[in-house]
């Protein structure tokens, strides 16, 4: 049974570029949460997608956008690289209903450096 | 608004002792609490959660935690720590009325000593 993998592991980019990270949650979950957590922080929740939308936003600007496909794997977006947005970006997956409901399987995350 | 503490950032405890790490939260209606650990290089990994009922929590590797409305805390324990306990540890809080988002604590780095 695959846990959830991200895709790619690290990723170099320069100011104003865009950037596109992927995730596929684990075999059988149906919602998909990212978060950005900058080096020594805790995770900070980006959004949340559910049934192909988006259902929750964090304080993160409108450069950062996602989608989730009908697979349910999942991609965020980024525009207009900054270089405050060099973090590790963690995907988390997690199924809707059940006993298992609000526990999220985190992936490894790809971590971007933005120079 | 939600929000949540972990008030020390390095808790150091011999190997065999018993450990705790602290976190408190802020939430409008009632929480559903969390816990993580993370090792170097690698992604959370879910421990332990609190929902409703016992107020006492057992999770993976052996750990427990303690849901206190009245301090509105819930602190992380362990009766006998190992040395592969070290990681660091998030604590994380979503409210139960209409939102799905999870706000995490700034974490605890746990050393335990041999």
């Known amino acids: 049974d695959a846990g959830v993998t991200q895709s790619p592991t690290h990723l170099i980019k320069t100011r104003g570029q865009q950037v596109t990270l992927r995730c596929s949650p684990k075999s059988g979950h149906d919602t998909v949460s990212w978060y950005q957590q900058a080096l020594g922080q805790g995770p900070q929740f980006i959004f949340q997608y559910y049934e192909e939308e988006e259902r929750q936003r964090g304080n993160f600007p409108d450069r950062f956008s996602g989608h989730q496909f009908p697979n349910y794997s999942s991609e965020l977006n980024v525009n207009a690289l900054l270089l405050g947005d060099s973090a590790l970006y963690l995907c988390a997956s997690s199924l809707e209903g059940g006993p298992r409901t609000y526990e999220q399987y985190f992936g490894p995350g790809t971590r971007l450096t933005v120079t | 608004a939600q929000s949540v503490a972990q008030p020390e950032d390095q808790v150091k405890v011999a190997e065999g002792n018993p450990l705790t790490v602290k976190c408190t939260y802020s939430v409008s209606g009632n929480p559903y609490l969390f816990w993580y650990v993370q090792y170097p290089n690698r992604g959370l990994q879910f421990l332990l959660k609190y929902i409703t009922g016992d107020n006492l929590v057992k999770g993976s590797y052996g750990f427990e935690a303690e849901f206190n409305k009245s301090q509105t805390s819930f602190h992380l324990k362990k009766p006998s720590a190992l040395v592969s306990d070290s990681a660091l540890y998030f604590c994380?809080?979503?409210?139960?009325?209409?939102?799905?988002?999870?706000?995490f604590g700034t974490g605890t780095r746990l050393k335990v000593l041999a």
């Open positions: 994380a809080v979503r409210d139960n009325i209409g939102t799905y988002k999870y706000i």
